[in-house]
């Protein structure tokens, strides 16, 4: 059976440069952010615990190995013509199955009302960081945040 390779190390991550896609002011955008469960979240906020499920979580885990609250946060959205088909797959990736239920996702849409810099999970970055390559999916982008 086929597998993916092993993630690169440390100091070829650090030669890479991070690539970024600008999206306009009156872009639309797209997410299922979930509003109840373990850790409900707005549909405006950045989620500051993890490390979750998510394909690209960039939180650490604590000194025990278990995920945790901390000051940076991230944000998955999608804007394009895929986007609503990109969201259901990123939320339900893990089950393959979209469950209503399970933590009361919400889908959401809003407009930019400024410009906005994304990190671009669409392109040959995501797979160059060790990401799977399922995650080549268009118009995906993750946004992030210090908290501060």
Not at 103 to 122: E, M, Q, R
Request: with cysteine; glycine share 10%; aromatic share 10%.
């Amino acid at each position: 059976m086929a597998k993916f390779p092993e993630p690169p190390g440390v100091s070829y991550l650090q030669q890479l440069k991070p690539v970024f896609k600008a999206f306009d002011p009156g872009t639309r955008v797209y997410r299922i952010f979930r509003s109840g469960g373990d850790h409900p979240i707005a549909w405006n906020a950045f989620r500051f615990f993890g490390p979750m499920s998510a394909r690209f979580d960039h939180h650490l885990v604590n000194s025990q190995g278990k995920p945790q609250v901390a000051q940076r946060g991230i944000m998955y959205c999608a804007a394009g013509h895929q986007a609503v088909p990109t969201c259901l797959a990123e939320v339900f990736q893990g089950t393959r199955s979209i469950n209503r239920g399970d933590g009361n996702p919400v889908l959401c849409v809003f407009t930019l009302t400024a410009p906005l810099l994304l990190l671009d999970l669409s392109g040959p970055f995501a797979t160059k960081i060790g990401a799977s390559t399922a995650i080549l999916i268009p118009a995906f982008a993750a946004a992030q945040c210090t908290g501060e």
